[in-house]
């Protein structure tokens, strides 16, 4: 792609500052009707260093309001963002729906610098490659614009202006070792730069190439990819429109061919017969709570981060389960989030935002109680959600959790099964017994009253969902004592075997 670039190209001081008289107040309206539509964006500044990503930044936010915007300088990776997904510093990063946030550098240094650097295995070069269009693929379907910016310069030019950096005092300290290092072996660099557009220029994000031998060229470009970009969003939004290419991505819902395959493939087979006696059950509690406070020692000792999801059915023993897992825990290696409706700050944001935010560090383990599958729960059966935002979940969810599994962590989702008639005694139990009646709200009758929707749609997501690295384990809970112990079980099955693996 490198190749068929002409940076030969410049611009006149007349021609230049015509064309940003008209540029920088279209930008500042542009950025004030996207604010006021409640579009999030996204602009990455990539390229050869020296290539002016940080002058063309200064540039391009001369128009903004600077209310509405961050810009974020990407380095290499802090001890703290090592121990997590590669992609989480940037999920903790993504901008509301009323900002702009502006990368000065992004992920792609992963599979650019760090590549170069022998920071990363080349046998995960391409695992990066998709994690990153799966992020990129997720925000833009979600409404986010993504505006990808290379700048191009040649080898002889990045020479050149290292030289003037070096020679003054003042700007020595801009160039490293490294960007010397890379400018020696440019023709090399050069082809990984190649490589990464082949497999990142995707038409939800592509790329745009900037040649920035002439700065003015190079500003009034940007200007103008960044215009069109926003025009394209704001314009697709007022005709309700998707872009072509995102609807592609979404898989075609099962339910739509075999919804009764499914269905039955799931929680029909659930034996709800299954129980324990409380002999049994106190001997086997004491055993594996003693278990896991070990296994937990040994887990943080090795650094694994271990995520544990639970759903199921209100009063189904989330809850209970959650209690007997972490009662012989270290308190400080791991925490429970419990899941409500998205607050006024999680709406601003893609869906899947406030779960990567707390997405444990290496060692540590995340218990969340009910979790980002209420995208296909709960918003899908209450209309909170479209069918689109709801099919595509699915795929989205799968490729955040193959992430977590790529990183190295333990991931198990429970889904707590109960039976329609011994949904109704507890409830009942808990309206009878004053030190209960807190669990139980107008709600959770009004959700009984869609129990067929609600277990179509779990059906659907625990097929489609339950993958090799992060399986759906369905736990027979019309018993409690059955429930509870099969749950410590299997998080105790699941970190020996990790740990024997990983010896």
């Given amino acids: 792609m ?3 670039i002409d940076l030969t190209k410049s611009m006149s001081k007349e021609d230049y500052r015509t064309r940003m008289d008209a540029l920088e107040p279209e930008l500042s ?43 974020y300088s990407i380095g290499p990776e802090s001890t703290e963002e090592m121990m997590h997904p590669f992609l989480w510093r940037f999920w903790t990063k993504l901008p509301s729906t009323t900002q702009m946030a502006i990368f000065d550098r992004s992920w ?28 990129e693929r997720q925000l833009a379907a979600d409404g986010t614009v993504i505006i990808k ?46 490589e990464m557009l082949e497999h990142t220029d995707k038409s939800y994000a592509p790329w745009t190439i900037i040649e920035s031998m002439d700065r003015s ?53 659930a034996d709800l017969s299954l129980s324990l006696g409380r002999e049994e059950y106190r001997q086997e509690l004491k055993r594996l709570q003693n278990r896991i406070a070990d ?46 409706s998205p607050n006024d700050l ?24 009910r979790t980002w599958y209420g995208r296909v729960m709960v918003e899908r059966i209450e209309g909170f959600c479209t069918r689109e935002e709801w099919q595509r979940a699915y795929s989205e969810i799968n490729e955040m959790e193959k992430q977590f599994v790529e990183h190295g962590a333990i991931v198990l989702k429970f889904w707590m099964q109960i039976d329609k008639d011994e949904q109704e005694r507890r409830f009942k139990e808990r309206m009878e017994n004053p030190e209960k009646q807190w669990k139980i709200t107008d709600e959770d009758w009004r959700n009984r009253e869609k129990w067929d929707a609600y277990e179509q749609a779990v059906d659907e ?22 429930a509870r112990i099969k749950v410590l079980r299997t998080v105790v099955d699941a970190m020996e075997e990790r740990l024997n693996r990983s010896r």
């Fill in 346 to 369: 999680e709406k601003v944001h893609h869906y899947l935002w406030r779960f990567w935010k707390n997405v444990p560090k290496d060692g540590h383990i995340a218990i969340f109680d």
């Fill in 29 to 71: 309206r542009l950025q004030r009707e996207c604010k006021a539509q409640h579009i999030p964006v996204i602009i990455l500044f990539e390229g050869f260093g020296a290539a002016g990503k940080g002058y063309q930044i200064s540039r391009l936010i001369r128009a903004l309001d600077p209310r509405g915007f961050y810009v």
């Fill in 149 to 194: 910016l290379f700048l191009c310069i040649d080898k002889k030019e990045q020479k050149k202006r290292f030289k003037r950096l070096t020679d003054l005092q003042s700007s020595a300290w801009r160039v490293s070792e490294e960007d010397l290092q890379r400018n020696k072996e440019f023709d090399r660099y050069k082809v990984m730069n190649d």
């Fill in 461 to 482: 997501m625990l097929v489609r969902t339950s993958t090799m690295a992060a399986p759906w384990i369905i736990v027979e809970g019309n018993n409690k004592y059955y």
């Fill in 217 to 269: 060229f190079a500003t009034a470009k940007i200007y103008t990819a960044v215009i069109e970009a926003l025009k394209t969003a704001l314009r697709r939004q007022r005709e309700g429109a998707a872009a072509d290419t995102v609807v592609s991505v979404v898989p075609t819902p099962a339910s739509e061919y075999s919804d009764e395959v499914l269905r039955t493939s799931s929680l029909k087979k």
């Fill in 295 to 340: 296994l937990h020692g040994e887990i943080y000792r090795r650094r694994i981060p271990v995520i544990l999801g639970f759903e199921g059915w209100d009063a189904g023993g989330k809850g209970g389960a959650i209690k007997r897992l972490t009662e012989k825990m270290d308190p400080r290696g791991y925490r429970v989030h419990p899941t409500a």
């Fill in 108 to 135: 792609y240094r992963k599979v650019l610098i760090d590549r170069f650097d022998g920071v990363i295995r080349e046998s995960r070069l391409l695992s990066y490659y998709n994690e990153i269009n799966a992020f």
């Fill in 2 to 4: 490198l190749e068929q």
